[in-house]
């Protein structure tokens, strides 16, 4: 801030005390990358009251897909997101099975889930080294010119580094060799999928899956090398600032094992009991979606529990989704050696359920090594090689909902047609959103320790970005490429929307007070 | 040399990455590849490799230029990547990456970004500013594959 605004800034901050509220925006100015948003609310003497987090929603989709044939569905979604094309492909493809009343032969169900499988293996290691690891494999408290993917390499060693790129590369490979390109993925149709599996082909998939077993394996190890055995990092995964008692929910086999691909959804109490089970297409009794006037985020809940606010414990709706909260909802994992590591997860943490959302990125390593078996298991399938993988819909399509478990968490299709199945209407409701609510918790909690008053301190930015990216928030579909830090803009605002101060950080990494 | 093109032809003005690789194509010589995506950050690492001379055509939303200007840089101008975001892994640090595990990255990287008004509403026109824009993009692009070095030396991108 300029100093010979500063008078002004008193005289201003001296008359909103006026008001009942300001109004800090910490503002993404690009969509370069991610599009965190987080919007403060102080009261009247200048405390925080209330801090929200919101991502940019892409606009139009409900007009845009109206009067498109449902078929083009899987396509268009995933080209859409540009972060997860895979698991909006499924959702679709499942939708559509349901739209057509239709039920795949197995072996297409088989390929289906070996193909996410194999996706799941890429985006969870992708994640644990990349993009969580500056957090996590360096540390939150290492200098700030350490936390990047560059320090991860550091810490974990190049040949490590050279190991994710190698089996990244063989994974999408493989993905693309069934699916077509992995960005615009087309091999589920209604009722099945595009291509069978050659048993040349299998042979491939069992290769790369052995392979991804072995993968796991040494990720676990380094997890348990870097982390574990730092008591630092496991006091910091313990600790309060992250920590929400809220529900959890997560799609469960017919055992109530963790499944990304197909079963019921199951959401547990914060005590850890099994509060309901559900079938997707009872998701609209279970699920609604909160709108705050001033965010055009919709906070998702339990519909029976109620929204009563953002608040924790049994009495509120809350839930949250993604890793750790599917492991919460399941009573353990479906593969021998992803059950080892479920098992020391929870004897480590103090049982279940586990609130800590920094455990988020141990509970990714579990279910990386679940992805890889669950892999070699259907890759050794005989009967994944069979040549019928397509049931002819025959049936009037009427409404379809499809939801699959995506990295990030629950998402759900459901799309309306007409007799000719031409969509009439669609709704789509994303992973991130599922943690939309508990994340804003995160972000007030840190808000509340960091800002008081009208001035901004520095350190305000990283904190408040800790907060909300400890859950992975997708940051929309149009997250891009170009350079940088993220760019983030805090006003400091009085009610009637006038600018007290602005601190924002340009995607070159500047940060300036105007 | 390979000519990057970003953008999601769905969204508005991201489409302009789509748009621009197909004019490019028709005026490209054998030696210089187009490739038009969608993908974001990490999962544009194999197009950063195996060329001596990589042009990454993209939008940004930077608020601080009328909708239509055009960015030119090398990488090597943007902010190193110690001290960005912890957390996101974006072009810049991708390409930082696989120089650390000694990948064959292309040896210059030359950035041509247009401001955008609006990349987030799905199936809307692109802004006129915007496609004004194309046309001296297509301009710059020509220039580069005729050296065949990108010249951005200077940072304006008048120069091209």
């Known amino acids: 801030m300029p100093e010979g605004k500063k008078s002004t800034l008193q005289q201003q901050e001296g008359a909103a005390k006026a008001n009942a509220q300001r109004h800090i925006t910490i503002d993404p100015i690009t969509r370069l990358e991610g599009h965190g948003k987080v919007d403060i609310f102080l009261d009247g003497t200048g405390k925080v009251e209330r801090a929200y987090f919101q991502v940019p929603e892409l606009r139009g989709f409900e007009k845009f897909v109206q009067g498109r044939p449902a078929e083009e569905m899987p396509q268009i979604t995933s080209r859409i997101c540009g972060v997860c094309p895979t698991a909006h492909h499924m959702a679709a493809t499942k939708a559509l099975d349901d739209l057509y009343h239709v039920d795949p032969p197995p072996a ?53 580094g050279k190991k994710v790129i190698a089996m990244r590369r063989r994974l999408r490979d493989l993905i693309a060799l069934v699916g077509g390109k992995v960005a615009h993925p087309v091999f589920g149709l209604p009722g099945g999928v595009a291509k069978r599996l050659t048993p040349e082909m299998q042979k491939q998939f069992q290769e790369v899956a052995a392979d991804a077993v072995n993968f796991a394996e040494f990720t676990l190890q380094v997890f348990e090398d870097v982390v574990l055995k730092n008591s630092d990092y496991v006091s910091l995964i313990l600790s309060d600032a992250y920590t929400h008692r809220t529900y959890y929910m997560g799609m469960v086999d017919d055992s109530n094992q963790v499944n990304f691909y197909d079963g019921s959804i199951r959401v547990v109490t914060p005590e850890g009991a099994e509060w309901k089970k559900f079938r997707p297409q009872e998701y609209l009794d279970n699920i609604a979606e909160h709108v705050e006037p001033w965010s055009y985020v919709k906070f998702c809940y339990l519909k029976p529990v109620g929204w009563k606010g953002f608040n924790e414990g049994a009495d509120s709706g809350i839930y949250s989704v993604a890793p750790l909260a599917r492991l919460n909802a399941a009573d353990g994992m479906a593969t021998p050696l992803a059950q080892q590591a479920y098992a020391k997860f929870y004897s480590t943490l103090g049982g279940k359920p586990v609130h800590n959302t920094l455990a988020n990125h141990w509970a990714r390593v579990v279910e990386l090594f679940y992805a890889a078996e669950r892999m070699k298991e259907l890759a050794d399938d005989p009967e994944i090689t069979e040549a019928n993988v ?60 960091l800002i008081s008053g009208p001035d901004i301190p520095e350190g305000v930015l990283n904190k408040v970005e800790m907060a909300f990216r400890a859950y992975d928030p997708c940051h929309g579909c149009a997250t891009h490429s170009l350079p940088g830090s993220m760019p983030l803009m805090i006003r400091l605002r009085r009610q009637n929307g006038d600018t007290l101060a602005t601190l924002r950080r340009d995607f070159n990494g500047s940060v300036h007070r105007e | ?65 009328p909708p239509g200007t055009i960015y030119a840089f090398h990488d090597h101008e943007l902010q190193v990547v110690p001290g960005g975001s912890p957390h996101y892994v974006g072009l810049n640090e991708t390409l930082a990456l696989a120089r650390q595990l000694g990948l064959s990255v292309a040896e210059e990287v030359v950035f041509l970004a247009v401001e955008a008004a609006d990349c987030l509403t799905l199936g809307a026109e692109v802004h006129p500013a915007v496609q004004e824009a194309i046309p001296r993009l297509l301009g710059m692009l020509r220039n580069l594959m005729h050296d065949g070095t990108p010249a951005v030396a200077a940072k304006d991108p008048a120069t091209l």
Not at chain 1, 404 to 410: D, H, I, K, L, S
Not at chain 2, 19 to 45: D, K, M, W, Y
């Open chain 2, 1 to 65: 040399m390979r000519i990057l093109c970003l953008g999601n032809d769905l969204l508005a003005d991201d489409s302009l990455g789509s748009i621009v690789a197909e004019q490019i194509r028709q005026l490209a010589p054998p030696n210089v590849e187009v490739v038009s995506t969608a993908e974001s950050g990490f999962h544009l690492l194999d197009y950063v490799l195996d060329t001596r001379c990589l042009v990454v055509v993209d939008t940004v939303v930077s608020g601080s230029a």
């Open chain 1, 390 to 449: 397509r049931t002819l819909p025959k049936a009037t399509p009427t409404e379809g909902v499809g939801i699959v478990e995506a990295p990030r968490g629950t998402l759900i299709h459901h799309y309306w047609t007409d007799e000719r199945g031409i969509v009439k209407k669609a709704n789509l409701i994303v992973a991130t959103q599922g943690n939309a609510a508990r994340m804003a918790m995160s972000v007030e909690k840190a808000a509340k320790a």
């Open chain 1, 108 to 160: 297409a169900k088989k390929i289906r889930e070996l193909i996410y499988s194999t996706f799941y293996v890429e985006d969870h290691a992708l994640h644990f080294y990349f993009l969580g690891g500056p957090d996590f494999v360096v540390g939150p408290e290492a200098p700030a010119a350490q936390r990047n993917v560059l320090g991860v390499i550091a810490k974990v060693g190049v040949e490590t």
